[in-house]
T-cell receptor, first 115, second 110 residues
């Protein structure tokens, strides 16, 4: 009965480095979401997948951000050439399917600090 | 676009006090509304939800009613406990995309 897991839990990067953040959703969950949460604010939508298809990436803040879910399970959020403004907690969530009614199950997040 | 505005915190109450955390929203179409809670050191978890107008969501003594006429989804609890201390997020989901408020920190003192 594992929940959503994310790794690493903490990441410190020097400005300009590339980072990759991993999300393992609940087994069998079709939908997967990525959010960015700045300190003292609520999660901001980045992108979501239904199986391996990325259905909406309108929240990705720049072309330095890229997400993939090649086999419809594990997902990776990649940030290229990190900037200080990328410092935030990155949350992953999964749900049984995409839909207005469905509860999302959240992982613990990855706290990214860019120096 | 969609947006959620919730009462700014922090909120500090004594045990057994009545709690209200206000939440209002703007959205196109017919969103579902949610309250999520984040206990210290833990991830976000669903507290309650309502999927259509006039629905009431309830869980653990908390309640919220989906009011379309006032575009609100206020969270209430009649008697808070120390264990309710957490950050509470109001959210809406519309066409698969979720929009969250900025969270309200609740501290309950014995």
């Amino acid at each position: 009965g594992a929940g959503v897991s994310q790794s690493p839990r903490y990441k410190v990067a020097k400005r300009g480095q590339d980072v990759a953040l991993r999300c393992d959703p609940i087994s069998g969950h079709v939908s997967l979401f990525w959010y960015q949460q700045a300190l003292g604010q609520g999660p901001e939508f980045l992108t979501y997948f239904q199986n391996e298809a990325q259905l909406d990436k309108s929240g990705l803040p720049s072309d330095r951000f890229f997400a993939e879910r090649p086999e419809g399970s594990v997902s990776t959020l990649k940030i290229q050439r990190t900037q200080q403004e990328d410092s935030a907690v990155y949350l992953c969530a999964s749900s049984t399917e995409v839909g207005t009614y469905n509860e999302q199950f959240f992982g613990p997040g990855t706290r990214l600090t860019v120096l | 676009g969609n947006s959620v505005t919730q009462m700014e915190g922090p909120v500090t109450l004594s045990e057994e006090a009545f709690l209200t955390i206000n939440c209002t929203y703007t959205a196109t179409g017919y969103p579902s509304l949610f309250w999520y809670v984040q206990y210290p050191g833990e991830g976000l978890q669903l507290l309650l939800k309502a999927t259509k107008a006039d629905d009431k969501g309830s869980n653990k003594g908390f309640e919220a009613t989906y009011r379309k006429e006032t575009t609100s989804f206020h969270l209430e609890k009649g008697s808070v406990q120390v264990s309710d201390s957490a950050v509470y997020f109001c959210a809406l989901t519309n066409a698969g995309k979720s929009t969250f408020g900025d969270g309200t920190t609740l501290t309950v003192k014995p």
